[in-house]
């Protein structure tokens, strides 16, 4: 479920990448009404791309990188699949798993989180996720300093801002909040950009 839609079922496609003697897998699953391509346009561009490949010719990373962008840059589920693929074996070549690969800082152990849904008791965690971006920034601030109160002050919060702000009212949340116990903020803008992402940084 997400702040518009339920979904009962999705299909989707593993992708496998095979350099040398490794194999990498990724994963690409529009989500539909969602995701602004079909399975269709997925499959499709992979074959685009399969083709153009030259089997026994050297690519480097940059350059499989490069063309993964070049050929689904309208598709970044199959995007995200290939660049999965492709960072899964390279850090299968490097003996190191694909979270220290992408990331020297990443965490050995990510804690699963409670969603918190207006009774605590669905808490079961002291990680607790909110999803906000229903009514206005001020209500959502107003609702999140509600829902503290009702929780242990260890509480690590992860909010879900559902791609429901403008850059502005994101960084008005982000300043009034940051003085809780808060570990991410996911999805906080509309239609994001990376120029969006240093504005708010």
């Given at each position: 479920?997400?702040?518009q ?7 989707g496609?593993i992708i ?11 994963e ?6 969602f ?18 490949l030259i089997?026994?010719e050297h690519y480097?990373?940059?350059?499989l990188?490069d063309?993964?962008?070049?050929f ?5 589920s ?13 850090s299968?070549?490097e003996g190191s798993p ?7 800082n990443a ?8 969603i918190?849904l207006g009774?605590s008791?669905?808490?079961?965690s002291n990680v607790?996720?909110i999803?906000l971006g ?12 509600k829902?503290v109160k009702?929780?242990s002050?260890n509480?690590?919060?992860?909010i879900?801002l559902?791609q429901s702000?403008?850059v502005?009212?994101?960084i008005?949340l982000?300043?009034q909040?940051n ?9 906080p803008?509309?239609?994001?950009t990376l ?7």
């Amino acid at each position: 479920s997400n702040s518009q839609f339920s979904y009962n079922k999705r299909t989707g496609y593993i992708i496998t990448l095979q350099i040398d003697d490794y194999f990498g897998y990724g994963e690409a699953s529009p989500l539909p009404f969602f995701s602004i391509e079909s399975s269709k346009i997925i499959l499709w561009k992979f074959e685009e791309l399969r083709i153009s490949l030259i089997p026994g010719e050297h690519y480097d990373k940059e350059e499989l990188l490069d063309l993964f962008h070049l050929f689904t840059k309208d598709s970044p589920s199959l995007n995200f699949g290939l660049d999965i693929a492709l960072y899964d074996i390279l850090s299968k070549k490097e003996g190191s798993p694909l979270s220290k690969y992408l990331n020297n800082n990443a965490l050995d152990v990510v804690n699963f989180s409670s969603i918190y849904l207006g009774d605590s008791t669905f808490i079961n965690s002291n990680v607790v996720k909110i999803k906000l971006g229903f009514k206005n920034v001020n209500s959502d601030i107003r609702f999140f300093k509600k829902v503290v109160k009702k929780l242990s002050k260890n509480t690590l919060f992860r909010i879900d801002l559902n791609q429901s702000y403008d850059v502005d009212d994101a960084i008005n949340l982000m300043s009034q909040l940051n003085k809780y116990n808060i570990e991410y903020i996911e999805e906080p803008i509309k239609n994001p950009t990376l120029a969006k992402f240093n504005q708010i940084k």
